[in-house]
């Protein structure tokens, strides 16, 4: 299991819990890789054997390398922070969602599972599921949509504020 701007880990150590033999997890922030490794350590009891393997890393060149040495996963998150809060920057947003999505896409198993993120409220669901599409055909995969979620009844939105309605989560089987 890869867990892509891990954070503090949330992700990967379930993972590790619920019994995923590999957990890597990665994040370009030095100090909230080591809040992820104490979370592991907190949960080792749990975890046992299967720690997860938290690695300070920006995660466009890291895919790349993972890519080009044959690496794949069986699960891949991607969970980045916001992309923007700037309206006149929601198209250089979407290019990076794109660029990170692609590249993700590209270091699942055929027949694995991808989970994609964005909790950008100015990116609107139709443009993140745009860009999935964008970014499975410009890596070469197939991707069949599983779920297609939001927050929780516990994040109301804004009829009136669409960009209230901020988080966005798209589960998917990657096929070749």
Known sequence: MLDLCCNTGGFAVYAAVRGAAEVVGIDIDPAVIEIA?????????????????????????????????????????????KMTRDREQVIPALKKYLDMNKLALGV???????????????????????????????????????????????????????????LKAVFCRVLD
């Not at 080792?44 to 920006?58: N, S, W």
């Not at 060149?61 to 922070?81: C, K, Q, S």
């Open 108 to 166: 699942v198993k055929p027949g694995g599972l991808f989970a994609t993120f964005s909790c950008t409220g100015l990116v609107s669901e139709e443009q993140f599921l745009d860009m999935l599409r964008r970014a499975a055909f410009y890596a070469g995969r197939t991707v069949q949509v599983l779920k297609v979620a939001g927050a929780g009844p516990d994040h109301p939105w804004l009829a009136q504020v669409p960009e209230s309605r901020y």
């Open 37 to 81: 490794r104490a979370n592991a350590h907190l949960n080792a009891a749990l975890i046992g054997t299967r720690k997860p393997r938290f690695v300070q890393a920006d995660i466009f060149p890291w895919l790349r390398d993972a890519a080009l040495n044959g690496e794949r996963f069986d699960v891949v998150i991607l969970d980045p922070a």
